[in-house]
């Protein structure tokens, strides 16, 4: 029927015990945050592929549901500034990191974030799965910590394209180059694409 499952990568974190100290405060998300947070998506997301187009009703309707049915939302600030977030929740056997953003620079805010959950929200589970592939330096900053990181290939999510003539027109390219097999690994390589598991329903 002309669905795919495009290979990508998943970072799995071995359970271990990892400080979350950092120079950024901490906090739950509270809904006044909600702006600071949406312009972080816009701009984190703004250079991958893959990612869900949110308004404000998708972000109001998917808060109440994407923990299923809870989740642990962290915001990081600079001073009074939030320069980053991460969303976690436990899923299957793992706890798993369903979505983060920061400001450029802020590696180290969403390293502290990820460390926080793993050791504290996520500690009773054998891992922590997140989609970090797009974010070596955090990747970086989190193996300095002391945590051993993997990736992993994952197929689980399916895509299609509904409208071959329109999206080769808004791509500016030649339909036929949308009808190949390895099209789904072109328009989203595992490492500058992300489908936010926050988005999986």
Not at 38 to 49: A, C, D, F, M, P
Not at 112 to 121: F, G, V
Not at 152 to 168: G, K, Q
């Amino acid at each position: 029927l002309g669905w795919m499952s495009p290979v990508r990568h998943l970072t799995f974190i071995d359970s271990v015990r990892v400080d979350a100290e950092g120079s950024c405060s901490l906090a739950p998300f509270a809904a006044a945050d909600l702006d600071a947070v949406t312009q972080i998506y816009e701009r984190y997301n703004n250079g991958l592929s893959g990612p869900t187009v949110r308004n404000q009703p998708y972000w109001h309707g998917q808060l109440r549901y994407a923990g299923n049915p809870h989740e642990d939302f962290l915001v990081a600030r600079d001073g009074d500034e939030i320069v980053a977030y991460a969303r976690g929740t436990p899923l299957y056997d793992f706890y798993v990191v369903m979505e983060h953003g920061y400001l450029p620079g802020y590696e180290d805010a969403l390293a502290q974030l990820i460390c926080r959950l793993h050791a504290t929200e996520g500690a009773a589970f054998s891992g922590t799965i997140a989609q970090l592939a797009v974010a070596p330096v955090v990747q970086e900053r989190l193996r300095a910590r002391g945590l051993n990181l993997r990736t992993v290939e994952d197929v689980f999510w399916m895509w299609r394209i509904i409208s071959p003539a329109r999206l080769a027109a808004k791509l500016g390219v030649p339909a036929a180059e949308l009808e190949t097999d390895d099209v789904f690994h072109r328009l989203l390589p595992p490492e500058h694409s992300v489908y936010w598991i926050a988005d999986r329903f």
